[in-house]
């Protein structure tokens, strides 16, 4: 299991909406896990986590804990940020594809969720990059997934 | 049950309507006027421009930079009082072009004969704020997107990324379509940008978001339009050029479950919808209106739409591909949003009104293309790099 990081290093960590149908991904933050939603009708590996399968339809999901190593899909570099960003830039925004279990993942590549390269010189990252996990906590006490060199 | 393969729709809007007016409002700052009295003026400048008055609409098309309840709101606004039909169909700047698609449908349906579309907004004087979506905060995908500090520019820079990684697509290949808008705005009094720019230039330019540049950027300004359509029955007592609605398609392109493909729009599915009901191919447009958010939306579009094999964009535009009248597809020719105008940052409806002067003759001169007899319009509004609306509409010259 990847690292539980006690900092949230150079960027901002704003707090996100805890929809309930996402709950148990946002508990599993607090605790330093990448926990994702899996239908048990049709086997499909969900993103954005959600208590729905968009794949078959079927309201019957549970929850897997993925190893937190992925890739970089790919990812841009604002040199101005916004709202709590103002002061971040550069910061690197991403997509990471990421790896699943064994048998979960059926023939077809992981999800490819959005999130921030950390720990890196921005210019140094490339498509491709292999990456694992980090979790930043909110003051409200789950946490931002982020990723770093691997 | 599953429906299984069903047979062809066979119901077409091709040659149900006509666009009789249309109007781009000819400022780009604009504070001493309201929203709702942008929408105003420029309903009024289009249906001047068809020959039609207030009391003839009896359709009212409206999207998120409606202010209030929308196409509720500005109906009593503008006094429209014998409305049969209102459709607040909300996909970002491709609203505009999907609008005209929803409005020549309800016309072969019968339901409306004259049917008005408006946009004004004014994110360079305040107003409503830029983008003008709504509720964005409650949408379930915002936790796991905007706390990592994405916007609008960072999610097309990522499609930027994917596309150079895939196909090798470069940044002076992006610049050369910002040099073809500036080319033709220089010929554009109203253009917000009117100076022309080189390949250098754009990629001097300070980078905003890697891989895009300042001037792969559009730009950002106050303003407005709008467009009457009409039934053929209308059309003909008018004293006006008015072109007529050959195809339109649209679709949404989302995450697709976290399994996104960064390389490609909507356009892949709306183009060929829009083609098949026009009965034209991409060899058969003359001169197309491609939504220009940023260079890269530009360069995807047109490999989407079939301009170009996949991947093969770069090339395409290079060598003044894009540049009017010659060039291998005259695009954009009031500079479009990259140079000319993006009004509150929806830029569907000046790519209409583009078309629609290039197929009545009028556009300036140094840009018209010679007998310009197919025209395509293309709204893509959202962001490549998670949702966008997506919009084709193909117009015919049909005098
Ligand atoms: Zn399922």
Redesign the pocket.
């Known amino acids: 299991m990847s690292d539980a990081s006690d900092t949230a290093g150079q960027l901002p960590v704003p707090e996100p909406w805890v929809h309930a149908d996402a709950k148990p991904f946002w508990d599993a933050t607090a605790e330093g896990r990448l926990c994702l939603p899996r239908?048990?009708?049709?086997?499909?590996v969900?993103w954005y986590p959600r208590g729905f399968?968009?794949?078959?339809?079927?309201f019957d999901i549970e929850w897997f804990d993925a190893p937190g190593t992925g890739e970089v899909y790919s990812f841009s570099i604002p040199r101005r940020g916004q709202g709590a960003y103002r002061d971040a830039a550069p910061y690197v925004v991403a997509y990471v594809e990421l790896d699943l279990p064994d048998g979960l993942g059926g023939d077809g590549p992981g999800p490819r969720i959005m999130t921030n390269l950390v720990d890196c010189d921005p210019w140094s990252v490339s498509v491709g990059d292999r990456v694992r996990a980090v979790f930043h906590p909110t003051e409200r006490g789950v946490a931002l997934v982020r990723f770093r060199p691997a | 049950m599953a429906l299984g393969r069903l047979p062809a729709v066979t119901g077409t809007i091709r040659g149900a309507a006509h666009l009789a007016g249309a109007y781009e409002h000819p400022l780009r700052t604009i504070p001493d006027r309201t929203t709702p009295q942008i929408h105003a003026e420029v309903a009024v400048g289009a249906l001047a421009d068809a020959g039609l008055t207030m009391g003839d609409v009896d359709a009212y098309f409206c999207a998120g930079d409606a202010p209030g309840f929308g196409p509720l709101s500005m109906a009593e606004y503008l006094g429209l009082d014998r409305l049969a039909y209102v459709d607040s169909t909300e996909i970002g700047g491709s609203s505009y072009v999907a609008h005209v698609g929803h409005a020549a449908a309800a016309i072969a349906a019968g339901k409306c004969h004259v049917a008005l579309i408006t946009l004004a907004g004014k994110p360079r004087t305040g107003g409503s704020g830029p983008g003008g979506s709504g509720r964005v905060g409650d949408a379930p995908e915002f936790s796991f997107e905007v706390p990592f500090g994405t916007s609008v520019l960072t999610n097309y820079a990522l499609a930027a990324t994917r596309h150079m990684h895939e196909f090798g697509t470069t940044s002076a290949q992006l610049a050369e379509i910002k040099v073809a808008a500036s080319t033709h705005a220089q010929h554009n009094p109203n253009a917000f940008l009117r100076d022309v720019v080189t390949v250098e230039e754009v990629l001097e330019s300070p980078m905003v978001c890697d891989p895009l540049h300042r001037l792969d950027s559009c730009v950002i300004t106050d303003g407005g339009g709008a467009l009457v359509v009409v039934s053929p029955e209308v059309a003909r007592t008018l004293d006006r050029h008015c072109p007529v609605v050959l195809g339109h398609g649209e679709a949404p392109k989302h995450t697709g479950n976290g399994r996104i493909d960064l390389t490609h729009t909507g356009a892949v599915w709306s183009g060929p919808r829009a083609f098949e009901e026009a009965g034209v191919t991409p060899a058969d447009v003359d001169y197309a209106s491609i939504y220009d958010s940023f260079t890269i939306t530009v360069l995807q579009t047109i490999e989407d739409l079939g301009f170009c094999a996949k991947g093969d964009g770069g090339r395409f535009v290079a060598d003044g591909g894009l540049q009017a009248p010659h060039g291998r597809l005259p695009f954009n020719t009031d500079g479009g949003g990259l140079c000319n105008n993006h009004p509150t940052n929806r830029g569907g409806i000046t790519k209409v009104i583009e078309a629609v002067r290039q197929l009545r003759g009028e556009a300036h001169p140094a840009v018209q293309v010679p007998d310009c007899d197919i025209a395509l319009a293309h709204g893509t509004g959202g962001s490549l790099g998670t949702r966008h609306g997506s919009a084709t509409l193909i117009l015919g010259r049909e005098a």
Not at chain 1, 39 to 44: A, F, I, Q, V
Not at chain 1, 53 to 58: E, I, L, Q, R, T
């Open positions: 239908c048990n009708g049709c086997g499909t969900i399968c968009p794949v078959c339809a079927s």
